[in-house]
């Protein structure tokens, strides 16, 4: 794949979704134009997707935070007439690499997620009604939906066929929310996700699949009233006006660097690296939430939260050899904890929360990116709060110590804050930190003690905050050696071991779909069952089966 | 010892499979009578349920003599459940299975498969008989209301045919979907009908015939292609069936070709020579060519659109699995596997229509509609006879498979009859000529009078040749209960 995939969109340009608005309550309309798949060789019949399909629902789900504060209620529904969605495109699949495979579903969940999260996080609750065929992906998306109401029009089913006609998982977290959120009895869920056909009518709802059947000819009626029902319980404050997300300045040089208003990606081919450099603000923070509201999407904290997750996305897509991700800052410290002190201080304006709440996404983002992740705490840093939270997402941290000759730069610090105890949960639920002093949780409070202080290295050190520290003669060969080191291991070995060490602790939904389901499915795709030349996978379509290798593993 | 070829009656419905010794299946189906008897009374007009029909039924399976003729309420005709003989050591035609012994019982991997088939074609037997409902009312004659009501019990009997299926071998989830057979219905805003074409009112005669011709022949199609099923009991079932449809189809070209009788009889005697002298035509009461034309053009096409995607994986796997085959797939020469072989596909490329090559198990559902349009095609060459032999200068042809579709690949775009790409505009403006207006239908509509009266017939339909079980011309076919 040579051609760059950009996550990037805006609704001029949206091929697949229409959105209306009224009120309170938002429709939004799946209707894939068959020819305009991302990639040639497939056409994108029946409402399936692939994953320009996802990053323009992702588009949209974004834009429904920040854009359309007054939408309490979004209804998802099909703009076809028969079908609902019938999933991920096969001939996608079939046809995509294993890494596109990886990445594509890990996206498709991490939007998932977001509309997920959207009704108990910030009063934007979606909504799933179902009429025609919804099939696999089709059904993952209405399961994250807080509600699916489906038509007892005789012939609309909801099924997880995967494993019978492909021989993969439902890897979208259908699995896992079958069981773990909708709660349905495992042996009916054994069923229902054995049995292509799915299941129809009242049998959805006595399964818990769904949360409502109605008559077809109350179809309609029940869509509104349920919409209204949600609306009006939101606890989403009714009279904010929404900012626009304006287009983001992004250049992209020839040999791969990014560079955008608060962040410069460089990459280093050979040496398997990208640094991404965060400059702290140029300006004081906003002084009251109104103006941080004029300024909109070129506020700094929106602005790098969306330049940070372009970024990471790009090169989770784009830049697949691309092995080490390495974090740096440079800025005011002090001025990062006035920005973030203004939305933490208001965090029941809307906006404050939807920023912050976007925050909490990206640094998951990060969390869930299946590189080597390193910060490097440099004189002249600016990781506080919110971006000292970069410092426990990342596999290791190296902070320089004392002074480097002819480096006048402010000593390297860290600094804490609120944001690093509460707001931003990792997917097992705990805080970053709770996280990293998972066997000491007195640490957590040890380190709360230095509340919004300056650390230098020692200290940072002794609080456990950071991996290693060294001076200015070990720096340079240190660092250098573990990037070094770090390259040459396998990235398989990488990805698995990095996974595994960085959620400890108690197991969440979104834990299992990103590790049981995850690893599962990512399992299933490498095999011959599936993706061998005679594998179910590869001969969907050509109305042979799969030929399989009949040893249980 | 069970007589496979005479039909039992010693159930309360005739069978050749032995029902009486079947307990589980003859209490599902008594348990399912009932439902479907209510969904004949609320359908028929009342008129007509009381009304003796002249009908025949079947009392056998043997192909030479298989039917009786006689007077019947249509409530208490006697439908039943019919297999064709069994074939020994028949084996499977076609797919990966190609040569084995054909399954007597469903094969556990292609059980949602085949119940989704049998489905689909059960969900279009009872559909047709709702959209031609009304159409007694508006009866050119006693004869063509016979034949009507003929096809609409056998159309019942094709379901009853499927729900045996569904009873028999398909468990608690066959009984659930026989159920869900009579819970849809055509149109119906609550459960429509699985496809779409099955749930337009037909509105009126000219309509019937031209869906009986081009749509009960897309039916004939998928039963011939079920015939070849290496599910015996479902071959079986399609091969009766099959007997059946072939009065269907005759009632379609018949009924086609009578109307295009009449019409140039009566230009004739009126001294029209120009087929477009259309209003002076339609004076005479009766339907004009170039509006017959116009209703060809939308059933055909209307009827290729139930062949589905040209490309289809659903088709391949059906296919393949040997559970769907063919038409005639015993007598084509191949291995009858396909693995390898292509077969030609329109495509769009580049705003151009070009035939493609692409495997042969893929386009099941194209080598169908390609065999279904040389079959639809012979009826069309008689209609043209009949208008050659008055002397007028016309005459009927099947639009270009491009026209006025709605799937596949030509959906979404825009053609005219002959197949050409035109703009959007442009269709629009030929539509007018393409395809049957409101007013086209408002007047076939006016033409719709009944015509009661043993051997008399409306005005734009002749007779028919011949009359049904060789009966003469004045056969009162249906002695009316008119209350």
């Known amino acids: ?553 | 010892m069970l007589d496979l070829i005479n039909v039992s009656y010693d159930t309360q419905i005739p069978n050749n499979v032995g029902l009486s010794t079947d307990k589980r299946v003859l209490k599902a189906l008594e348990k399912w009578h009932p439902g479907y008897i209510s969904w004949w009374n609320d359908l028929i007009p009342r008129d007509f349920q009381e009304s003796l029909v002249y009908l025949r039924t079947a009392v056998s399976v043997d192909p030479k003599g298989w039917t009786k003729f006689d007077y019947v309420k249509m409530p208490e005709y006697r439908w039943g459940i019919l297999l064709a003989p069994q074939i020994a050591d028949r084996k499977i035609p076609c797919g990966e299975h190609a040569g084995d012994a054909a399954w007597q019982d469903v094969p556990g991997e292609y059980r949602a498969m085949l119940r989704r088939l049998i489905v689909i074609q059960g969900d279009t037997e009872p559909a047709s008989v709702e959209q031609q409902r009304f159409l007694g009312r508006t009866a050119p004659s006693l004869y063509d209301m016979r034949n009507l009501f003929q096809v609409n019990v056998e159309e019942g009997r094709h379901l009853w045919a499927m729900v045996y299926l569904l009873h028999k071998y398909f468990g608690a989830d066959g009984r659930d979907e026989a159920d869900d057979l009579l819970r849809r219905s055509s149109g119906s805003q609550e459960a429509p009908r699985m496809l779409g074409a099955f749930n337009e009112e037909t509105p009126d005669w000219l309509s019937f015939f031209m869906f009986t011709y081009f749509t009960d022949r897309d039916g004939k199609m998928q039963l011939e292609s079920l015939a070849q099923s290496g599910f015996d009991p479902l071959s079986r079932t399609c091969r009766f069936m099959l007997t059946e449809e072939a009065h269907h189809m005759f009632v379609g070209e018949t009924g086609v070709g009578r109307t295009i009788e009449q019409t140039c009889l009566m230009m004739k005697k009126a001294g029209i020579d120009d087929p477009f002298d259309i209003n002076r035509i339609r004076a005479l009461g009766v339907i004009d060519l170039p509006t017959i034309q116009k209703k060809l053009n939308l059933h055909y096409t209307l009827s290729l659109d139930l062949f589905g995607q040209e490309v289809s994986t659903n088709a391949a796997n059906a296919f393949n699995a040997g559970i769907k085959g063919r038409y005639l797939e015993s007598k084509i020469a191949d291995d009858h596997r396909l693995n390898g072989d292509t077969y030609k596909v329109w495509n769009f490329v580049d705003g151009k229509m070009v035939q493609q090559d692409v495997p042969a198990l893929t386009a099941i559902n194209m080598r169908l509609r390609d065999d279904y349009t040389r079959d639809a095609a012979g009826g069309i060459g008689r209609w043209n006879k009949i208008i050659e032999k008055m002397g007028i200068n016309f005459a009927m042809k099947l639009p270009h498979e491009a026209f006025n579709r709605k799937i596949g690949v030509f959906a979404g775009k825009f053609f005219d009859p002959a197949g050409m790409v035109v703009t959007q505009p442009a269709f629009e403006a030929g539509i007018r000529e393409w395809l049957p207006t409101k007013a086209d239908g408002d007047f076939i509509q006016s033409l719709m009078k009944p015509c009661y009266e043993a051997g008399k017939f409306a005005g734009w339909i002749a007779p028919p040749k011949v009359g049904i079980d060789n009966q003469a011309g004045d056969f009162e076919y249906v002695k009316l209960h008119m209350a």
């Open chain 1, 1 to 553: 794949m040579s051609k760059i995939i950009d996550f990037q969109t805006d609704p001029t340009t949206y091929h697949h979704w229409r959105v209306t608005y009224d009120g309170a309550v938002a429709t939004l309309f799946m209707d894939v134009d068959e020819s305009a798949g991302l990639f040639a060789g497939y056409e994108l019949k029946l409402n399936s997707y692939d994953l320009g399909v996802d990053i323009e629902l992702a588009d949209i789900v974004q834009r429904m935070r920040f854009e359309h504060p007054e939408v309490k209620a979004v209804i998802l529904r099909s703009g076809k007439e028969r079908v609902f969605c019938a999933g991920a495109n096969i001939r996608m699949l079939g046809g995509a690499s294993h890494a596109h495979k990886v990445n594509f579903c890990k996206f498709t969940n991490e939007t998932r997620n977001t509309f997920e999260a959207a009704g108990a996080e910030s009063g934007q609750h979606y909504i799933c009604a179902v009429k025609g065929a919804c099939a696999g992906g089709g059904y993952e998306l209405a399961l994250a939906c807080d509600y699916i109401i489906l038509t007892d029009d005789g012939s609309t089913s909801i099924s997880l066929p995967e494993v019978p006609l492909l021989a993969v998982l439902p890897g979208t977290g259908g699995l896992t929310r079958v069981t773990d959120k909708r709660k349905v009895r495992r042996d009916l869920a054994d069923v229902f996700c054995a049995t292509e056909e799915g299941v129809k009518g009242k049998r959805a709802k006595e399964w818990r699949l769904v949360d409502e059947v109605v008559a077809n000819s109350k179809f309609e009626e029940a869509i509104a009233a349920r919409a209204r029902d949600f609306a009006d319980r939101s606890t989403r404050a009714t009279a904010a006006t929404g900012i626009i997300l304006k287009p983001l300045t992004r250049t992209i040089a020839a040999d791969g660097s990014l560079s955008y208003s608060t962040i410069d990606v460089a990459i280093d081919r050979k040496a398997r690296r990208a640094t991404l450099t965060i400059n702290g603000p140029d300006d004081d923070a906003p002084a009251t939430m109104d103006e941080f509201e004029r300024q909109g999407s070129q506020a700094y904290l929106l602005r790098l939260a969306r330049e940070l997750d372009d970024a990471i996305l790009h090169l989770r897509l784009n830049e697949l050899e691309i092995g080490l991700l390495v974090f740096r800052t440079q800025g005011d410290p002090q001025r990062v904890l006035a920005h973030e002190a203004l939305l933490l201080d208001n965090a029941r304006h809307w906006l404050a929360n939807e920023v912050l709440l976007y925050w909490k996404r990206v640094l998951k983002r990060i969390d869930l990116t299946s590189r080597s992740l390193v910060a490097l705490i440099e004189h002249g840093s600016c990781f506080a709060g919110i971006l000292a939270e970069v410092l426990f997402a990342v596999d290791r941290s190296y902070m320089m110590e004392g002074d480097f000759e002819g480096d006048n730069r402010p000593r390297a610090s860290l600094t804490l804050s609120p944001a690093n105890f509460g707001p931003f949960p990792m997917s097992n639920a705990l805080t970053r930190l709770q996280t990293r002093f998972l066997g000491e949780p007195v640490k957590v409070e040890g380190a709360h003690a230095h509340l919004r202080k300056p650390l230098e290295a020692s200290e940072a050190n002794e609080l456990g905050l950071i991996t290693f520290t060294f001076d200015e003669v070990d720096w340079d060969d240190e660092v250098r050696i573990f990037l070094e080191e770090r390259a040459s291991f396998s990235p398989d070995a990488m990805t698995g071991m990095e996974a595994n060490l960085r959620f400890p602790g108690p197991e969440t939904m979104e834990t299992r779909i990103f590790g049981r389901l995850t690893a599962w499915q990512n399992w299933i795709f490498q095999r011959p069952n599936a993706v061998g030349a005679e594998g179910a996978l590869q001969r969907y379509g050509t109305g042979q089966r799969g030929n399989f290798n009949l040893q249980r593993i």
